[in-house]
């Protein structure tokens, strides 16, 4: 069983690779020069086109990179069963503000395209990474996933009242008595 801070993670990260796989789609004609919507158009009207080296193997490892992203995602997000984590939350929030800066440094300082395009994959990932921690860090433990007592062993229960008990501690009467634990 994976951790909850840790399932988050793994969600933060897979968020990112499908985050990073849509930039290629939109922009990556401009950046690298693969035109990732030319190419699936291409193999619409000629599937054979995938055998081709320059169109198969970028077109394949943009759809290995997003699978993995929405496994991890899924394993993540279904795994984070922990209780609110507001330091994780705020370290998002640092995350998310120091991708902005990222993006505002790659287009006013740096005149470099390898060194711009490397910056704004970082703060892609780290922004869309951030996002998603944020959101289970604040979402806290859902009510199913709550433990619960009945049908876990391991959990200390109390017996049940007996109906005196309970009719005198309805009507304000009962007097409360810490369990006992034996060991």
Not at 28 to 47: C, E, K
Not at 117 to 122: C, Y
């Amino acid at each position: 069983m994976i951790a909850p801070v840790n399932a988050i993670i793994l969600a933060g990260r897979g968020t990112a690779m499908i985050a990073v796989a849509i930039y290629l789609a939109v922009l990556g004609h401009t950046r690298i020069g693969f035109d990732y919507v030319r190419m699936i158009a291409g193999l619409a009207r000629d599937p054979a086109a995938i055998i081709e080296p320059a169109i198969g193997i970028p077109l394949l490892a943009w759809v290995l990179f997003v699978l993995i992203g929405v496994l991890f995602v899924g394993v993540g997000a279904s795994a984070a069963n922990g209780g609110r984590d507001l330091l994780l939350a705020a370290r998002a929030v640092a995350a998310i503000a120091i991708g902005a800066a990222t993006v505002w440094w790659s287009r006013n300082v740096t005149d470099t395209p390898i060194l711009r395009l490397f910056l704004e994959f970082v703060a892609v990932w780290l922004v869309a990474s951030a996002a998603t921690r944020l959101v289970l860090g604040l979402r806290g433990m859902r009510p199913e996933r709550l433990p619960d007592p009945r049908t876990n062993p391991d959990l200390p229960m109390s017996e049940p009242a007996s109906r005196d008990e309970a009719r005198d501690g309805m009507s304000g009467r009962g007097q409360w008595r810490p369990p006992e634990f034996s060991e």
